[in-house]
């Protein structure tokens, strides 16, 4: 019989949470998934967002040959950015290698899989799919399909609907979230059984989103956890993972004697503890030009901003005018086009912060010539570097790195010229203009953001009970797939088989084989989205912090 596997990813997922949660015995499943199989710390690219780290999981490579970085394009590549989707992978996919092998491929729920593409098996398209009207299947009849499975298959929760720091909003919130979750699990388990499958991924996002709004109540390191709401918040939050777990637990009672089930997360978790505007501090050293005409308009949007999220203000203003003022922000929050485009004086700009996603510089190569580049880059290396927050007095940049240095292939070019790590991204540079501080506390809001660690986990008939699996980077994954899968590898993958969690028996039946010497192709394929899916999806990104 033919090596089949399941690879479950949880969005998002971190032993921070996992680990004590599996101690109080409220995850049983996983923890005998990892105790009986292997488990691990599975790096995550650099930085450490959804769009790269996926997309190297479903291609084996960095993201210097994915060529994404972003929720949104380079900005050397196209100035005005749009969205990505599945078309601006520039490397194979890992269906299409399998499908190349004559072996049938299931993708659910994985993001950056919009639209989703024809292939032998069916896909069902994650994050980034504009909406339920969408054709978000193929094929294009599976849509109704789960339709009558589970009722009304929910493809993302749209977050902008909620006022999560209202605790009657947030309830509706956690109500949707584990609504959506179960209607995934119930279609994904049913196709499980129901479908021909060689290799079967499904990604769920219900963690990260919580994560993203809810950290700080769930972590005793910050005071919102010793609160009355934090104590409701992680109530609801425990069971949401309870439900997650079972879903594991299902998953593992359909194994049979073929099938190796990985599990792995894009990275892990941690708390928002300070923002770095990172543009203000290019204006402040002389690097970035704002249009004076704009300048003001964002200076009284950040007032605003700014008195909203304040401690005082949320003592003494009533909920629901609180509530009332951040639906006037949420409604006014610009696009990018607007935050940056149009807030730049590019004939006076040399360098400028693009994104969230991407914590990188971007260097203004119309007006600064290749020649002096290097120059530049390097000095606002040594700047950042010595950047003291002024409330300890002590440098909190960890890491400056050029593209170079940390990507391979020829997508590397499109990468921001400069990235950054700020306490290990506790510190997180944001574009927001308007605001005249360089160093903003945020330790007053839940928020939590990703980290570099992410989880693995292995379970099947080949697999060392008790591995401790050292030293795994999230682009393995795709080449520990094919290996599980008696595929060979093929050469351009940047990824290793993690051969040690495989039996030495099995590992001696079945070497690793490499593929031929062909090259992948690099495609340049664009999808564009209407002006309302754009609008949606930017919404749903802006709600969870990516965009400024």
Avoid at 109 to 131: K, Q, Y
Avoid at 154 to 161: G, K, L, S, T
Avoid at 182 to 203: G, N, P
Wanted: aromatic share 10%; hydrophobic share 40%; glycine share 8%.
């Amino acid at each position: 019989m033919a090596s089949k596997c399941i690879l479950l990813g949880l969005d998002g997922a971190t032993y921070d949470l996992l680990d004590p949660w599996m101690e109080e015995g409220i995850l049983p499943h996983l923890k005998s998934l990892l105790s009986r199989g292997a488990k691990g710390v599975l790096r995550s690219t650099d930085p450490p967002t959804t769009p790269p780290a996926w997309t190297s999981v479903l291609t084996g490579v960095n993201p210097g040959k994915h060529g994404i970085f972003d929720f949104r394009d380079s900005y050397h590549r196209d100035p005005r950015r749009p969205l990505v989707s599945s078309r601006s992978m520039r490397a194979p996919r890992i269906w299409q290698i399998l499908n190349a092998a004559g072996l049938r491929a299931a993708i659910m729920n994985v993001p950056i899989t919009f639209p989703p593409e024809p292939l032998d098996g069916f896909m069902i398209s994650g994050m980034m799919t504009p909406n339920d009207e969408a054709d978000y299947t193929y094929p294009a009849e599976l849509k109704s399909r789960l339709n009558d499975m589970v009722g009304h298959y929910v493809v993302d929760v749209d977050i902008p609907r909620y006022d999560v720091e209202i605790w009657s909003d947030a309830v509706v919130f956690f109500d949707d979230v584990e609504r959506a979750f179960t209607r995934r699990s119930q279609a994904f388990l049913r196709l499980l059984e129901e479908e021909q499958w060689d290799f079967f991924m499904v990604v769920f996002v219900v963690l990260d989103r919580i994560q993203h709004l809810f950290w700080k109540y769930m972590v005793p390191e910050f005071d919102h956890y010793h609160t009355e709401l934090g104590a409701r918040v992680r109530e609801r939050v425990r069971a949401i993972y309870t439900k997650v777990d079972e879903t594991i637990g299902a998953v593992m009672d359909r194994l049979d004697s073929s099938t190796t089930l990985l599990l792995c997360s894009d990275h892990g978790f941690g708390g928002t503890k300070a923002w770095f505007n990172v543009n203000r501090w290019l204006e402040r050293e002389g690097f970035l030009t704002l249009v004076p005409s704009v300048r003001w308009k964002k200076r009284l949007f950040y007032t605003l901003m700014s008195w909203n999220d304040s401690p005082l203000v949320k003592a003494l203003v009533p909920k629901s005018l609180q509530s009332m003022v951040r639906g006037h922000i949420r409604a006014g929050r610009s696009t990018f086009k607007t935050d940056v485009l149009a807030t730049v004086n590019w004939a006076r700009t040399t360098a400028f912060f693009a994104s969230i996603p991407s914590q990188g510089i971007y260097i203004n190569r119309e007006l600064v010539p290749e020649g002096k580049r290097e120059a530049l880059r390097t000095r606002i290396r040594q700047r950042l570097l010595a950047l003291e927050d002024p409330s300890t007095g002590r440098p909190f940049i960890d890491r400056v790195m050029f593209p170079e240095e940390i990507y391979q292939g020829p997508e590397t070019a499109y990468a921001p010229d400069i990235l950054f790590v700020a306490q290990d991204y506790g510190y997180l540079g944001r574009q927001l203009f308007g605001t005249s501080a360089v160093i903003e506390t945020s330790l007053h809001t839940p928020n939590g953001f990703h980290r570099i660690s992410g989880i693995f986990g292995a379970y099947g008939p080949h697999i060392v009970a008790g591995t401790a699996v050292d030293g795994a980077e999230i682009h393995d994954i795709t080449a520990t797939v094919l290996y599980s899968m008696g595929e060979p590898i093929p050469p351009y993958m940047d990824g290793k088989v993690l051969s040690d969690i495989f039996t030495p028996e099995h590992r001696h039946a079945h070497p690793i084989r490499r593929g031929s010497n062909a090259q992948y192709e690099t495609g340049d394929r664009a999808h564009e989205y209407s002006d309302n899916e754009q609008q949606e999806l930017e919404e749903r990104l802006r709600s969870l912090g990516y965009l400024g």
